[in-house]
């Protein structure tokens, strides 16, 4: 028996489409799914996708403030393993984020171990430990009262959070940095108590405008300290989405152990 081609057309005919509207809507899906999935943070939490399914997996496990801590590369596995199958290093590098000081103005995760500086790496997860610390509790306060909707993961074999409840603005607190296709990112820290007394006066005066809320937060507060050179740049910010800000490193001129004079900087933007 020889082989034969069907060359019997399909049911449905080939379409004409524009190449320009193909495009432009192939182009939008793509975009969406790498914001959504991936690089920015969701205003009602401030966190990416990576950053809360590791959180929500610490919840899940019962790795909380009043528990001891355990290996970051048990949590860092497990995320993967359930929640986020894109590379163990990856997610450790978002745990630890979460950990450092000077990355977050108020860290979400209570680390044990080397976890790093601004110049170097942290420690393996092998040898660092980590558990959720009180302030993520707030992120998570009031999962269980179905606050929020659970969708199933990856393989369909559990639920995650679509987003968590939060019960501060995190993306105003810890900021967040994020590039995706066409469109990026880039909101400053701020102080937890001026966010709350700016969050409490829109609750009593719902129309309050962006000048009002600059008598509470004056502006951002970054984690390693250093100065901020002026307001312009910040009012521009708040009121248009849009600005920038100056910043100068903490030093001073000491004597060194050699009788030298040296440049000592104790803050640095």
């Given at each position: 028996m020889t082989d034969t081609t069907d060359n019997t057309p399909p049911n449905d005919p080939i379409q004409p489409i524009s190449l320009h509207d193909e495009m432009e809507n192939?182009?939008?899906?793509?975009?969406?799914?790498?914001?959504?999935?991936?690089?920015?943070?969701?205003?009602?939490d401030g966190l990416k996708p990576v950053h809360r399914r590791i959180i929500w997996d610490m919840e899940d496990q019962g790795f909380r403030p009043d528990r001891g801590h355990v290996?970051?590369?048990?949590?860092?596995?497990?995320?993967?393993?359930?929640?986020?199958?894109?590379g163990d290093s990856a997610i450790y590098d978002a745990l630890v984020r979460m950990a450092q000081?000077?990355?977050?103005?108020?860290?979400l995760i209570d680390f044990h171990g080397n976890y790093g500086s601004p110049d170097f790496g942290p420690a393996a997860s092998r040898y660092t430990e980590c558990r959720l610390d009180p302030l993520a509790m707030q992120l998570l306060a009031d999962i269980d009262e179905d606050?929020?909707?659970?969708?199933?993961?990856?393989?369909?074999?559990?639920?995650?959070?679509?987003?968590?409840?939060?019960?501060?603005?995190?993306?105003?607190?810890?900021?967040?940095?994020?590039?995706?296709?066409?469109?990026?990112?880039n909101i400053p820290p701020h102080?937890?108590?001026?966010?709350?007394?700016?969050?409490?006066?829109?609750?009593?005066?719902p129309d309050a405008t962006p000048?009002?809320?600059?008598?509470?937060?004056?502006?951002?507060?970054?984690?390693?300290?250093?100065?901020?050179?002026?307001?312009a740049g910040i009012m521009d910010a708040y009121r248009t989405g849009r600005g920038s800000v100056k910043m100068r490193a903490t030093v001073a001129i000491e004597e060194g152990k050699n009788g030298r004079m040296e440049i000592v900087v104790s803050e640095l933007p």
């Amino acid at each position: 028996m020889t082989d034969t081609t069907d060359n019997t057309p399909p049911n449905d005919p080939i379409q004409p489409i524009s190449l320009h509207d193909e495009m432009e809507n192939s182009f939008l899906e793509y975009a969406m799914s790498v914001i959504m999935s991936r690089a920015l943070p969701d205003v009602r939490d401030g966190l990416k996708p990576v950053h809360r399914r590791i959180i929500w997996d610490m919840e899940d496990q019962g790795f909380r403030p009043d528990r001891g801590h355990v290996k970051c590369a048990r949590v860092s596995g497990d995320t993967m393993a359930r929640f986020h199958p894109h590379g163990d290093s990856a997610i450790y590098d978002a745990l630890v984020r979460m950990a450092q000081p000077f990355s977050l103005r108020h860290p979400l995760i209570d680390f044990h171990g080397n976890y790093g500086s601004p110049d170097f790496g942290p420690a393996a997860s092998r040898y660092t430990e980590c558990r959720l610390d009180p302030l993520a509790m707030q992120l998570l306060a009031d999962i269980d009262e179905d606050t929020v909707d659970m969708v199933p993961n990856y393989d369909g074999t559990t639920e995650e959070p679509v987003v968590l409840p939060a019960r501060f603005p995190n993306l105003l607190v810890n900021g967040s940095q994020g590039i995706a296709v066409g469109m990026a990112t880039n909101i400053p820290p701020h102080n937890l108590g001026e966010v709350i007394d700016a969050v409490v006066h829109v609750i009593d005066n719902p129309d309050a405008t962006p000048d009002d809320l600059m008598a509470f937060v004056k502006g951002p507060d970054f984690p390693t300290g250093a100065s901020i050179l002026g307001r312009a740049g910040i009012m521009d910010a708040y009121r248009t989405g849009r600005g920038s800000v100056k910043m100068r490193a903490t030093v001073a001129i000491e004597e060194g152990k050699n009788g030298r004079m040296e440049i000592v900087v104790s803050e640095l933007p």
